[in-house]
Structure formats: structure tokens, C-alpha cells
């Protein structure tokens, strides 16, 4: 019998919004070095439309990609949109000519941040919002985000924001946002390689709230591992899918959001959700994270 589409369902907490756990992010439909157009407008139109046929209904996107570029492409691409689609952009960031990440922390730049992701999208109000903490590049650093969370809070309240979610945080950061409004998901660098919150992630799913990591499959550098490869080998699947089906095994509160510009690519990380890890392959998959990371 076939499991769960898509990795079953999960609700974020205190909202209406129901998702699959298999979702997609639209970072990678940008031009190289998520800057400008894609190589294939075309493509990138395909993959979100093959995405929504297939039961996709959790995307994750920012208007900071391209800038511009991937919100237009999934207004395009999607528009008018189908009842029960997620869209879940972030804040906190801007992309300055010379193609740079710089923070964006304003009350202005997070206002004007807002109506660029309205306009953009083509919609009256955002259904998820992450305020994401660009810090120094290299992970979570502590520091208070309470300004930035409490103007998006004013923003929820004006009518433009539904919920509030937080990205790049600290377990601090996840509880300081949490005292100033209800934070419905955090979104974190996480995957077999690479596990700094596995404690975050066991805490939120006492709360019911969903963990979504980015870089599930190693974001710029793809994960790479003997293990992986050998374990996907016995089980006739792909490294890619033992990835995100072990991300799905790990909590019952991880939702996966995997990028991809290729439709090929697409279908089989969709395909992830059938794959069924015994304890003893779940065991040995949790070794990768103590290999030594590759040249
Ligand atoms: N909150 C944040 O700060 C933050 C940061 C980064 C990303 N994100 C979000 O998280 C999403 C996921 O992260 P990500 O896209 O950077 O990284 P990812 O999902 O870990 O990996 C994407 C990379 O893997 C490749 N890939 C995807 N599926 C594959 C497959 N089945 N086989 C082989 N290669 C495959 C993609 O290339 P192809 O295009 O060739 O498939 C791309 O190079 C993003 O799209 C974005 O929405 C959020």
C-alpha cells in the first residue's frame, strides 16, 4: 500500500493552513547566484505548475530572490491561485546591485518589504511571513529580534501579514518572538550533515510548530556521502530522496521545502514520501553527520 501523499498533512499551529510535508522553494528558479531572470523562463513556469499538479501546496519563496524574480515567476505561473496553495515569503533581507545579501531591518524596509511581496505576488495579504535574521552569514547568532518581530506583528495587525514565522534563529530568538506574538513555523539550515538544532527541532514539536529546513539537500553544496549513496544504491532510490525521507522520518513537525529548477528533479524529490527508512537504516544515515565533510 502506498503511504501518505506527499508525506502526509500538517497544520500550522492556531491557523487554517493545512500542507503537505513535501513542499517546494522557489530560491533556485532565480538566475545563477539567485540574481536576475533563469536561464529557462519556461522551465522554471513548468516546475511550479508540475509541483501544484502533483499536490504541492506549501512554497516558499522571497521577494529578495532575483529580487523580484521568483515572486513573478510564481504569480505567473500560478495565478489566479488555486484554493488552499501556502505561500510563505520572509523578510529581513535586500539584494544591493553589486548582488550582496544585506539586512533590511527598518521599519520602513520591512513595510516596504511587505507591499514588494504583495505587489509581486499579486495578492491582498500574506498568508506566512518568516522575519529572517541575516546576521554574519555563518548561522544563528544570538541578539534581540524583538523590533523587527514586533513591526510585523503592527503589520498583522493592519490586515497584511496572517502569521509570523522566524528564520536563522536561535532557540532565544524562537522564544523572544514567541513573547511578542504566535510564531507558527522556523525556518533553519538543517539537514543529515548538518544537524546544530536537533534540540530546536524536538522542542517545537512539543508546541505543535513546524520546523522547516532550508538547505535540505545541502542548499549550495549538495550533500555528498558514501553512506547516503550506498544506502540509496540498496533501497533503488537516489541520494536526493534518502535525504529528504530521512528529514521526514526525523519529526513528525519537519516539512521539507526542496528547491529545484528541473522538473526531472522535481518528480523525484516529490517521490521522496514513499520511501519507507528502517530503524537500523535511520541509524545508519544518523553516522553521516559525524563523517568528515568532503573537499
Ligand atoms: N530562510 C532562509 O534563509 C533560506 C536560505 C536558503 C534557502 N531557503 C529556502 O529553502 C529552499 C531550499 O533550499 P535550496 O533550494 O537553497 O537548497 P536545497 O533544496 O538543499 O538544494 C537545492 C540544490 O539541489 C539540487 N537538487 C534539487 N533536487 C535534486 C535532485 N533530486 N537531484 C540532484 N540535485 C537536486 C538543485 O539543483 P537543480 O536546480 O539542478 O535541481 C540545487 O542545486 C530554497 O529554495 C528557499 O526557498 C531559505
Known amino acids: 500500500m502506498s ?64 529580487p523580484h524574480v521568483t515572486n513573478r515567476i510564481i504569480r505567473q505561473a500560478l495565478g489566479p491561485y488555486p484554493a488552499g496553495l501556502v505561500i510563505v515569503t520572509k523578510l529581513g533581507g535586500r539584494r544591493p546591485p553589486d548582488k550582496s545579501w544585506q539586512p533590511a531591518i527598518s521599519p520602513e524596509e520591512l513595510t516596504a518589504g511587505v507591499h514588494d511581496n504583495l505587489r509581486n505576488l499579486g495578492l491582498e495579504a500574506l498568508d506566512v511571513v518568516n522575519y529572517r535574521v541575516m546576521g554574519s552569514g555563518h548561522g544563528p547568532e544570538e541578539g534581540s529580534i524583538a523590533a523587527q518581530v514586533t513591526v510585523l506583528a503592527d503589520l498583522r495587525r493592519k490586515g497584511l501579514i496572517r502569521h509570523i514565522g522566524v528564520s536563522n534563529v536561535t532557540a532565544a530568538q524562537v522564544a523572544e518572538a514567541q513573547a511578542i506574538t504566535d510564531i507558527v513555523c522556523v ?47 540498496r533501497l533503488g532510490s537516489t541520494p536526493m530522496q534518502v535525504a529528504l525521507a530521512w528529514l521526514l522520518h526525523r519529526s513528525p513537525n519537519i516539512l521539507l521545502i526542496p528547491g529545484t529548477s528541473s522538473v526531472v528533479h522535481l518528480r523525484e524529490n516529490l517521490a521522496a514520501g514513499q520511501l519507507t527508512l528502517s530503524p537500523e537504516t535511520l541509524a545508519e544515515l544518523d553516522g553521516i553527520a559525524a563523517e568528515p565533510v568532503p573537499d
Do not use: C
Not at 501523499?5 to 510535508?21: A, I
Not at 505543535?208 to 540509496?232: D, E, M, R
Open 3 to 66: 503511504k501518505a501523499k506527499l508525506g502526509g498533512r500538517f497544520t500550522f499551529p492556531g491557523t487554517s493552513l493545512t500542507v503537505h510535508r513535501i513542499g517546494y522553494g522557489a530560491m533556485q528558479l532565480a538566475g545563477p547566484g539567485v540574481w536576475g531572470p533563469p536561464k529557462d523562463p519556461d522551465g522554471a513556469v513548468a516546475v511550479l505548475r508540475e509541483a501544484v499538479a502533483a499536490g504541492v501546496n506549501h512554497i516558499d519563496t522571497s521577494d529578495y530572490y532575483g
Open 187 to 233: 525556518q533553519n539550515n538543517y539537514n543529515l550533515a548538518y544537524r546544530h538544532d536537533d534540540a530546536l527541532i524536538d522542542d517545537l514539536a512539543r508546541q505543535g510548530i513546524p520546523y522547516v529546513p532550508f538547505f535540505p539537500l545541502g542548499g549550495f553544496t549538495p550533500l555528498q556521502s558514501s553512506t547516503l549513496s550506498n544506502v540509496a544504491g
